[in-house]
């Protein structure tokens, strides 16, 4: 595609004209151009076009980019049409394009490959916990959750647990990466993004959109209409039989409170509670204590979690197995306190980065990378001491950069934030 074509303007998407040929948040579909927030907002407007790009070309063109082009999917789902990223293709979007999405190279999602497929239609997860459950109630142990040591080998998952499917929701909907199209995150942009993902996906065949509950925002002039939607949802994991059916609930922790027969666990923005056994959280816990830590209350700091539900025989939606994870204000992902104050900087500072995720894998990642640059920049955060193990990777790490030509950009916590500014 030539840089000197001329682009239509859609007046429809459009309040001005777009700032050339080239640019993040346009897209071509056909022969025209329009803005990604007005095809996402507003997509009914674009049925014929969306046709017409499908059956013409067969793919939509982001914009992003002057050096190659970058294609995407066009979905059709109940006659609505929507765009996906290719797949395996989101790192090709430019850094600061609202499509870009972290290169499977710096991603834990490689290790679970055999279990989480990604194609033309969607994705397909193979969950290791079953959705629909004869004469019993138990969950298997969740997969390790904290960061692994480095092993040196990568293990290949054929099933996966609930902290790969937070991951992977929050990997696609780009809430690991931050930008200057990310902003102030709140919980209604998260939920919005992670529905529109959520859209293309199954999980052990089953449409993951109808057993996932994500909290909506609260609304006060709304909340008895949510509360309604909660216990409609609910009541399809009435047991029938010996059947009991298990849905998914992502939101974000309020309190965790004790009961005389277990622990009441509150979200963020909805009135109605899950409830689970002392020995369950006392799992989840040990599991991910960086997410449990007493800095984790400080305000800031968030607690998201997965949480895998089935009702109890007098109707309570119980907790069976869960996958938390840290995060700052604005919903990026971090593996520490300390990590979160690198984050907070690097957003005070203007950078482009984004969070490698881990999934149940076994690999290291760096803790950020930069993508404002060419080429990137590793961030590392060297936030333990007195641990033989920690320094033997630290310096195992350091040494790889140095060998490998990369450059690093590394905060030991005894000391001051270094300058993050861009230069």
Not at 107 to 130: K, W
Not at 170 to 180: D, F, G, I, K, M
Not at 360 to 370: A, H, N, Q, R, T
Not at 391 to 415: C, I, M, N, P
């Amino acid at each position: 595609m030539s840089a000197s074509r001329p682009v239509e303007r859609d007046t429809m998407a459009v309040s001005r004209k777009p700032p050339g040929p080239f640019a993040a948040g346009w897209v071509r579909l056909a022969d025209r151009v329009v803005a990604i927030t007005a095809v996402r907002e507003h997509t009914e407007r674009y049925t014929s076009l969306f046709s017409r790009a499908r059956s013409e070309v067969g793919y939509a063109v982001c914009l992003c980019r002057s050096d190659h082009v970058v294609r995407m999917v066009i979905r059709c789902r109940a006659g609505k049409f929507h765009l996906a990223n290719w797949p395996a293709g989101g790192h090709q979007h430019a850094g600061g394009c609202p499509w870009f999405r972290s290169p499977a190279s710096e991603s834990g999602r490689s290790s679970v490959a055999e279990a989480i497929r990604s194609d033309d239609d969607g994705t397909s997860i193979r969950l290791a916990m079953p959705l629909i459950v004869r004469d019993a109630s138990a969950a298997p142990a969740e997969p390790p959750s904290e960061v692994p040591e480095d092993t040196g080998s990568v293990t290949v998952r054929r099933a996966v647990g609930l902290l790969s499917v937070l991951h992977l929701l929050w990997e696609s909907a780009q809430l690991n990466v931050c930008n200057v199209h990310a902003g102030n995150r709140s919980w209604r942009d998260c939920r919005a993004l992670l529905a529109e993902q959520v859209a293309d996906c199954r999980i052990n065949r089953l449409e993951l959109g109808t057993l996932l509950w994500i909290v909506p925002a609260f609304e006060r002039e709304h909340a008895e209409q949510i509360n309604i939607a909660w216990k409609r949802f609910l009541s399809r994991l009435l047991r029938v039989g010996r059947v009991q059916r298990r849905c998914l609930v992502l939101g974000e922790i309020r309190t965790i409170e004790p009961t005389v027969y277990g622990v009441r666990v509150r979200l963020a923005h909805q009135r109605a509670a899950l409830f689970a056994s002392k020995g369950l959280m006392d799992r989840v816990h040990r599991s991910y204590p960086s997410v449990f830590s007493e800095h984790a209350g400080k305000t800031g700091r968030r607690q998201v979690v997965l949480c895998l539900v089935e009702l109890s025989r007098h109707g309570h939606p119980i907790i069976v197995a869960l996958a938390a994870m840290l995060t700052t204000a604005s919903y990026l992902p971090v593996d520490s306190e300390y990590e979160a104050q690198m984050a907070d900087g690097l957003t005070a500072a203007g950078r482009a980065f984004y969070k490698p995720l881990h999934y149940d894998g076994g690999e290291v990642f760096p803790d950020f990378i930069l993508s404002d640059v060419d080429p990137v920049v590793h961030v590392e955060v060297w936030g333990v001491r007195g641990r033989q193990g920690y320094e033997d990777r630290k310096r195992a790490k350091k040494s790889f950069y140095l060998k490998a030509g990369r450059s690093l950009l590394e905060w030991d916590v005894d000391q001051p934030l270094p300058e993050l500014a861009r230069r």
